[in-house]
Structure formats: structure tokens, C-alpha cells
């Protein structure tokens, strides 16, 4: 038996009623309420931001994330079956989300949010919205972590995981049935976008780099999705029409995304840098 680590860790805290309490739920909330929220606050007042701007951004980002991510699961991987069973599309708990969904919402929230609240360019909110992404990203990684799901092949290196492979029948009583050691790929995404995270801080508390418009958002694009293609080669496919493409369905969705940021990262350096002045948009407040 090759040395491993065997995960037995309950993907569910505790049950109220009907009500089943997740650790992927509670650490998705975590990670997009609490880290998420409370960075861009301290960001907000950090710029003289309005309160009430905030509020909104918070609103957008929340309902897209969740929309986002579900629809971009139904329709990416398994668009046949949600169509001819659209009611199941709500059914949140059978399935899962998508990150790239969750991505594509995010973007359409941030065009509304654009027009509608800031009067600002798009790459304003991005490079303000990009800063604790990465951190909101690696607690959602853990929570795929905590549910047993999205790994890797089997492998023989030292730090393998075992995960249970029958974790209903597992939490009704039976014996639980392990994977081969595998790449316990949900780490090495969370790892690769704490790094992630770490750079945004730098670059907008350090550097002031949201003075040069687009730079942080193109720097988290390159870094989130270089860091998901490249691990995507040792993760299991999602569905099954993927065994027959060379590349999968994850890395094609990321190099969109990696073409984005090389493209913002390029024109952030060409445009001169922007100071921006308490009281000259509705979202400042006055001096």
C-alpha cells in the first residue's frame, strides 16, 4: 500500500430539521461574506468610498457568484441533461457550481454595477473586486476539499489523499470505499490562489497599484488561470465527454481568461496613472 493520506473528514457539520449544514457551504459564505466583504470595506475606507457603494458591489457580486457559478456548471458540463430537466438547475446541492460560471457572472455584475453605481470603468471595480478574490477562491477549494470531490489521478507521491468515493451510503452507516492515493488537486489550487491573493495585497497596499487601471485585475487573471490550467493535467475529469479531448473542458474555459489579463496587464502599463479625487464621483464621499 503506497503511503497516503486517508481524508475521512464529514462533508456535513450537522443536520437541523431537514436542513443539512456543509462545510463547503459555510466555507464558501466565509470566504465571499467575511474575507471577501471585510477586505473590500477596509478598501472602501481606505479610498473615501461611499458606504452606500460598497453595499451595492456587495449585492452584485453575491447574487452573480451564485448564479454565475450554478448556470456555468449546467451549461458547460452537462448542457443536455439541464435543458431537458431545467427545474434541477435550482437544485444546488446535486451537481455543484462552476468557478468559470461563477467567473462570467461576475463580469456581466460588474458592467451593471459600472453603469448603474460607480460611473466607472469596468477595470475600476476589477482591479478593486480582484484584490481578495484569490482568498475567496482557496476557501471554496477547501470546501471541494471537505466534500471529497474535484481531485486528482492516482499518484505515488508522499502527500496523496484517499477520499471516500461512496460518501452517501458512507454517511447512512456502510463501510466507507477508498480512491487510490491521489493528487489532492483542490490544495494546489487553493495554494496557487493564496499566492495569488498575497500579490493583489502587495500590489494595491504596497504599490498603489490600482492607480494604473487594469493592472491588479490582469495579474489576477494570468496568475488564477495559468495556475488552473496547468493543474487541470493532473485532475480528473468532471464529465464524461472530456476523456476524448486533449485539452479539458477547465483549461479550455481558462485560456479566455489568460488572454484577458495579458491583454489588461499591457494596456494598464501603456495608460498614465490615474489619481482619483475624494468628491469627484457620486461613490467618493466629499472632503
Not at 497516503?4 to 465571499?32: E, H, K, N, S
Not at 448564479?67 to 431537458?84: D, K, T
Not at 494546489?188 to 498575497?198: H, R
Amino acid at each position: 500500500m503506497i503511503a497516503a493520506i486517508t481524508w475521512t473528514l464529514d462533508p456535513i457539520i450537522f443536520q437541523l430539521g431537514g436542513a443539512r449544514i456543509g462545510w463547503y457551504g459555510v466555507l464558501f459564505a466565509i470566504g465571499l461574506i467575511i474575507f471577501g466583504g471585510g477586505i473590500l470595506a477596509k478598501m472602501w475606507k481606505h479610498e473615501g468610498l461611499t458606504e452606500q457603494s460598497y453595499n451595492w458591489l456587495v449585492v452584485y457580486v453575491l447574487v452573480a457568484t451564485v448564479v454565475g457559478a450554478r448556470l456555468g456548471h449546467c451549461f458547460f458540463y452537462e448542457p443536455e441533461y439541464y435543458l431537458a430537466n431545467p427545474l434541477e438547475i435550482f437544485q444546488t446541492w446535486k451537481g455543484g457550481l462552476a468557478s468559470h460560471g461563477g467567473v462570467i457572472g461576475i463580469m456581466i455584475a460588474v458592467y451593471l454595477y459600472s453603469k448603474k453605481v460607480s460611473k466607472q470603468s469596468m477595470l475600476w471595480t476589477f482591479d478593486r473586486l480582484c484584490v481578495p478574490t484569490g482568498l475567496v477562491a482557496a476557501m471554496i477549494r477547501l470546501g471541494n476539499l471537505a466534500n471529497h470531490e474535484i481531485y486528482g489521478h492516482a499518484t505515488d507521491v508522499p502527500w496523496a489523499f484517499r477520499f471516500i468515493d461512496n460518501i452517501p451510503q458512507w454517511q447512512m452507516g456502510a463501510e466507507p470505499i477508498f480512491t487510490a492515493p491521489s493528487h489532492p488537486t483542490q490544495l494546489y489550487e487553493a495554494l496557487a490562489y493564496l499566492l495569488t491573493f498575497g500579490v493583489c495585497m502587495w500590489l494595491y497596499w504596497k504599490r498603489d497599484a490600482y492607480k494604473h487601471e487594469g493592472l491588479i485585475f490582469g495579474v489576477a487573471m494570468i496568475m488564477i488561470f495559468v495556475a488552473r490550467f496547468f493543474i487541470e493535467f493532473v485532475k480528473n475529469d468532471q464529465v464524461g465527454f472530456e476523456a476524448n479531448m486533449n485539452l479539458n473542458m477547465g483549461q479550455w474555459l481558462s485560456v479566455p481568461f489568460i488572454l484577458i489579463g495579458i491583454v489588461s496587464v499591457v494596456y494598464s502599463l501603456k495608460q498614465p496613472v490615474k489619481e482619483y479625487q475624494r468628491g469627484g464621483s457620486s461613490i467618493y464621499q466629499k472632503r
